[in-house]
Nanobody, 122 residues
């Protein structure tokens, strides 16, 4: 079992920065790729950024050049540095991790945090 808890959300003015954190606990050795998703009101949940086991990253086109995903060596913490925020970034942001599989026997598993709200007013 893996538990994910997001923090760092809040209200921030457009053009400013915010850093989200995700604390992982439990069987963290059994997770691989970690992701940040977000869901705005009336919209479907979308992948914002991902970081793989080898450190490779991917970003949604809407956040490229503005957001940076990172993690610590122990995989106990995931971060999303958000710069030059826009009102369109307003959403609940969710931390996500994928099961490593193998001896962990959790291939295909998805772990989710409860989300942290980011509000960027006009």
């Amino acid at each position: 079992q893996v538990q994910l808890v997001e923090s760092g959300g809040g209200l921030v003015q457009a053009g400013r920065s915010l850093r989200l954190s995700c604390a992982a606990s439990g069987e963290t050795i059994c997770i691989s790729t970690m992701n940040w998703y977000r869901q705005a009101p009336g919209k479907e949940r979308e992948l914002v950024a991902a970081i793989g086991v080898g450190g490779s990253t991917n970003y949604a086109d809407s956040v490229k050049g503005r957001f940076t995903i990172s993690r610590d060596n122990s995989k106990t913490n995931l971060y999303l540095q958000m710069n030059r925020l826009k009102p369109e970034d307003t959403a609940v942001y969710y931390c996500n991790a994928e099961g490593l599989g193998g001896w962990c026997e959790n291939y295909g598993a998805q772990y989710w945090g409860k989300g942290t709200r980011v509000t960027v007013p006009n």
